[in-house]
């Protein structure tokens, strides 16, 4: 059974010097890679789909002020520019924050909802975790590698409406926590995200007609005491292969995931 301690509190100046060293790691990673980057956006879409998926832009969370998840809307907006359209050739690998770049108000970023430390709070460019969490989903119901992602290491809210299996997302930090998704196929894929009026949508679009279908499923999700008296919560995500004819042909550990609760949970069958 996985065991979590307790979260240490770290002080502003920790913090402050973490994020000069790996926001200065990440960019040496990306000079280095700069050759594998996929740049190139296309207006005209690719002929076929792979997955679609969708997401409610506004969702009512405990204790946030809907006017965090307005300017989010605001957020998405300008950063799905730099990301619609991209194309991903063989051998390319996307990366979220070296494709939108720092999120600051002279780009047109408004304060929006962003995680800190357990909690929420307001700051530039809040809410565009809605969006890689998309691209992440989406990902894994393709072919392409994710060779990168992270997740909070604490579970904020309650479940309210979730129709995707915990720590199913992906977390991203400018510049150091990212999402990279590395094309390993002998195809062409392109990203295509656009802001609704209700929902953020996406797709994941290829230049061949799709040789196999993938799913998601979720297994040993558990929520636990700890030993220091706070709740965690864990699981496992795994990606189904299947062939057109509904055949299982593989099946891989994604990721598994390991967070402290910051409520207290509820159980029914308790009751």
Not at 130 to 149: A, K
Not at 234 to 255: S, W
Request: net charge positive; aromatic share 12%; with cysteine.
């Amino acid at each position: 059974m996985t065991k979590i301690e307790m979260p240490k509190k770290r002080s502003d100046f920790r913090l402050k010097l973490g994020k000069m060293y790996y926001g200065t790691k990440r960019r040496l990673k990306w000079l280095k890679m700069r050759r594998v980057f996929a740049k190139t956006h296309e207006e005209e879409k690719l002929p076929h789909k792979y997955f679609s998926h969708k997401t409610l832009l506004l969702r009512k969370l405990k204790d946030v002020d809907m006017w965090l998840q307005e300017n989010k809307i605001t957020n998405l907006k300008i950063a799905s520019k730099k990301l619609n359209g991209i194309i991903l050739r063989p051998g390319e690998v996307f990366s979220y924050w070296y494709l939108i770049g720092n999120t600051t108000k002279r780009k047109g970023y408004v304060e929006g909802m962003v995680l800190k430390n357990g909690t929420f709070a307001p700051g530039i460019g809040g809410g565009l975790c809605q969006m890689s969490n998309l691209i992440f989903w989406m990902t894994l119901h393709t072919p392409l590698t994710v060779i990168e992602r992270h997740r909070h290491g604490y579970d904020v809210f309650p479940d309210s409406n979730r129709t995707q299996p915990f720590g199913s997302g992906a977390t991203c930090f400018y510049p150091h926590i990212d999402l990279m998704i590395r094309n390993d196929t002998n195809d062409t894929y392109q990203l295509v995200v656009e802001v609704g009026k209700e929902y953020l949508e996406g797709e994941w679009r290829v230049s061949a007609e799709p040789m196999y279908k993938y799913e998601v499923v979720e297994r040993n999700h558990r929520m636990q005491s700890e030993f220091w008296g706070g709740y965690s919560r864990h699981n496992e995500i795994y990606q189904q292969k299947f062939d057109l004819d509904g055949n299982l042909v593989d099946e891989n550990l994604v990721v598994q995931n390991s967070a402290i609760m910051m409520y207290t949970p509820f159980l029914e069958e308790a009751k």
